[in-house]
């Protein structure tokens, strides 16, 4: 909420238009015209700041499994959001969809844009992280 | 405040009752409801606090710069564009409670406003811009998570036409061509800036054409009137916003074109095409006489009329006749600040210089100088200034366009640091303090990640400061380009404001630990060989932290800047503490009061503890 509040605010103040910016400069590392939407199970998650993450083993094509890391906002964000690190605990080894930008290196890594919980709350990470 | 208090102690009742008498599970949601409910009232006192201290009124001016009229009712308003014809305004309002914004259609002659969007909550509109006919609002929003160009009638019948899914966000939407084909529009990052025009025939599939990129950041891309050239913004690499004019035609050789030298606001073409308008670093609403035919020529920028007040209206539209000027009042009314100095009472002890437009007063180490931002309304620059006490004598210490960030004293009060967004960085100078020599870099974090200044040991071994809600504790020693911070506290809290106590031995911060969107004060020691925090941990506050820390040079009393949420004063807090031979803390006090609203910063506390200083709003004159 405060960060929204942050956002308002600032964008009555910028004369000119948005920017986007974060912690570290996210065009540099991932694209956001590469965008892929994975479903797998929730393995492990980091909740950190200033981002967290999510790492994510999903079947590719092949039927091999693939774990793919997610890049998310910081734990505040998702806190003022009634969110937080408890549901995501909950919800490890459990099967959830994430859209992602990926990184422009072309890992199995990604910025988080969207996420749909095991109970199909979607929560979106824009526009911090579109 | 008393509701605050009132409310934390009936939480703090149920809470008891519930280790006294457990009940179960219908006790524990009784707390919680009783606990959500104690945030939402918080919530709401704070939005109220935020409402009245930024909402502001329309008014329009006319080619000489007479006030003319008003428009509207307070409100935290967005973008405010007039339609074709000038009858109408559309506005988009921030909803505080909602965490939204929405376009609102004001009309000029009656004042009636109509609703025009409804964003669910934490959805919002942007960036409205007019059909050449007025019939029609493109704007843009983001809808679970996708952005894109959006379009409606004005007249808020109907259901919205998706134009266009960006697959990115931050897409700055600002004209639609007067031949009705084309949008315009700008993405800009830190790695740069693209202009585009998306035809509005074809379809869902509609490609947008690049008509520009740059590796500087361009915005509020504009159509001439004959749709031939855009009229833009460029960010330049001294971060100086320009005007700019180019052909769309891809064969053109000729230009682009800079019209301005140094602008406040994007451009604005006259139905006509004969004029261009801008807003001027020192706020003077400048004309440009232009041409389009048989190519682009224009005229040197003369100004058309100036503001004489000293916080001056903020240039918001201009009618497509350029015959009426829309801006936006500051807040609160035009104000000034007059640096003062209170004792521990409160009570005022000096007044330091004129009035004038500060920022961030804080003490020198020895306490005979104030370091001090002050911005100035001709160039519109914030430079960094030191203030004699004894003589009032001001010695400038940088003089350039770049912000600077969170200034500080080194403790033997030779050098003054502060970061500084650059070119998509955002390193750590440092200058002497006397104004003397140039700037040295100092440490390079992540690269585009921001870094608050907050202290230094009390060695000058460490520099700590803040990124991400990450405390580091920079080691000033080797090449600065070399130099690795050390994580000091990196945890899922936003922790901030790191303030080492005079022995070295323990750090106070803030942290949202407790409750979100609530800051307290925390200590934890703090081993100066490795720069980590050791065992252990108090906190200090109870009720709300803003900024402020500081500890006193003897290390028996901390000061923080309390939160008052039902109104705007400031609450200079005290706490006496100890860390001999461990931390001890007594209970906060209210030192005194101050009316606000008013920053309070690092450093605005004397080493001894014995002075207080602020940058006070007083009314300004010579408001016309």
């Keep these: 909420m405060t960060r929204r509040i942050v956002i308002s605010l600032a964008f009555l103040l910028l004369p000119f238009g948005r920017t986007a910016s974060a912690h570290h400069n996210m065009t540099a590392l991932f694209d956001f015209n590469d965008r892929v939407t994975l479903t797998g199970t929730l393995t492990k998650v980091d909740w950190r700041n200033p981002h967290t993450y999510l790492i994510v083993d999903v079947k590719n094509a092949k039927g091999a499994v693939e774990s793919w890391s997610a890049e998310g906002p910081s734990p505040s964000w998702f806190r003022i959001r009634d969110i937080g690190k408890a549901d995501f605990e909950a919800s490890l080894s459990k099967s959830l969809t994430l859209e992602l930008s990926r990184a422009r290196d072309k890992s199995l890594s990604g910025l988080l844009r969207t996420i749909t919980m095991p109970n199909g709350r979607v929560v979106s990470a824009c526009p911090q992280n579109c | ?170 897409l700055n939407l600002s004209d639609w061509s007067s031949d009705g084909r084309y949008l315009t529009y700008a993405f800009s990052d830190m790695s740069g800036g693209t202009l585009y025009t998306l035809p509005l025939a074809g379809g869902p599939d509609r490609k947008p054409t690049q008509i520009a990129h740059s590796d500087l950041r361009m915005f509020a891309p504009k159509f001439s009137p004959d749709g031939r050239f855009l009229s833009y913004i460029v960010i330049d690499k001294e971060n100086r916003p320009e005007v700019f004019v180019r052909s769309l035609d891809p064969a053109a050789t000729a230009g682009p074109w800079q019209i301005s030298e140094g602008a406040a606001s994007e451009a604005y073409w006259r139905r006509d095409g004969k004029e261009l308008y801008y807003l001027s670093r020192d706020q003077s609403v400048m004309v440009a006489d232009v041409s389009t035919a048989p190519t682009f020529s224009f005229s040197k920028p003369k100004v058309l009329f100036k503001q004489q007040a000293a916080v001056p209206d903020r240039l918001g539209n201009v009618s497509a006749d350029g015959e009426r000027f829309l801006a936006l009042p500051p807040p609160r009314g035009p104000q000034l600040q007059q640096i003062t100095i209170f004792d521990r009472h409160g009570e005022i002890v000096q007044k330091v210089g004129d009035p004038g437009l500060y920022q961030g007063p804080s003490f020198s180490p020895d306490g005979t100088h104030l370091l001090v931002t002050k911005n100035d309304r001709q160039t519109a620059q914030s430079d960094l200034w030191t203030i004699e006490l004894a003589s009032g004598k001001q010695t400038r210490l940088t003089n350039d366009t770049f912000p600077k960030v969170n200034p500080l004293w080194s403790p033997d009060g030779k050098y003054i640091y502060y970061s500084s967004f650059r070119n998509g960085d955002f390193p750590v100078y440092r200058k002497l303090s006397d104004g003397s020599g140039n700037e040295e870099i100092v440490f390079r974090y992540t690269p585009g990640a921001f870094v608050g200044l907050s202290d230094f040991s009390p060695d000058g071994k460490f520099l700590i400061c803040d990124s991400g809600g990450i405390i580091l504790a920079v080691p000033l020693t080797g090449d600065p380009a070399s130099r690795k911070e050390i994580e000091f506290l990196r945890e899922e809290f936003t922790d901030g404001i790191g303030r080492m106590s005079p022995d070295g031995k323990f750090m106070a911060f803030r942290s949202d630990e407790a409750k979100p969107e609530q800051g307290e004060v925390y200590v934890r020691p703090f081993n100066a060989a490795t720069g980590l925090p050791g065992d252990g941990k108090w906190r200090v506050s109870k009720e709300g932290v803003l900024a402020m820390l500081h500890w006193r040079a003897d290390g028996k009393e901390m000061f923080f800047r309390g939160q008052n949420l039902e109104n705007n004063e400031l609450l200079v807090m005290s706490v006496d503490v100890s860390t001999s031979p461990t931390f001890t803390a007594g209970t906060p006090k209210v030192l005194f009061k101050l009316p606000g609203p008013l920053g309070g910063n690092l450093g605005n506390i004397s080493r001894d503890g014995q002075r207080f200083v602020f940058a006070i709003n007083v009314p300004s004159t010579g408001t016309r």
């Excluded at chain 2, 003319?68 to 309002?93: N, W």
């Excluded at chain 2, 609102?104 to 919002?124: H, Q, V, Y």
């Excluded at chain 2, 050449?132 to 952005?147: C, F, H, M, N, W």
């Design chain 2, 1 to 170: 405040m008393k509701n605050v208090v009132r409310t934390a102690i009936v939480s703090a009742a149920v809470l008891l009752c519930c280790v006294r008498f457990p009940v179960g599970a219908a006790a524990q949601e009784l707390s919680a409801e009783a606990k959500d409910k104690e945030v939402a009232a918080a919530r709401a006192k704070r939005n109220a606090l935020q409402f009245e201290n930024n909402a502001r009124t329309i008014v329009f001016y006319d080619r000489a710069g007479n006030r003319t009229g008003a428009l509207g009712e307070r409100a935290l308003y967005g973008e405010t564009i007039m339609s074709p014809d000038r009858s109408r305004v559309a506005v988009v309002k921030n909803d505080l409670a909602n965490e939204s914004a929405d376009i609102f259609i004001l009309d000029i002659a009656t004042g009636a406003s109509t609703r025009l969007t409804t964003s669910a909550r934490t959805e919002f509109v942007m960036a409205p811009v007019w059909s050449p006919d007025g019939s029609r609002i493109a704007y843009v929003t983001i809808l679970k998570g996708q952005e894109g160009i959006y379009v409606r009638p004005s007249n808020g019948q109907g259901s919205p036409e998706l134009l266009f899914q960006n697959p990115g966000a931050f």
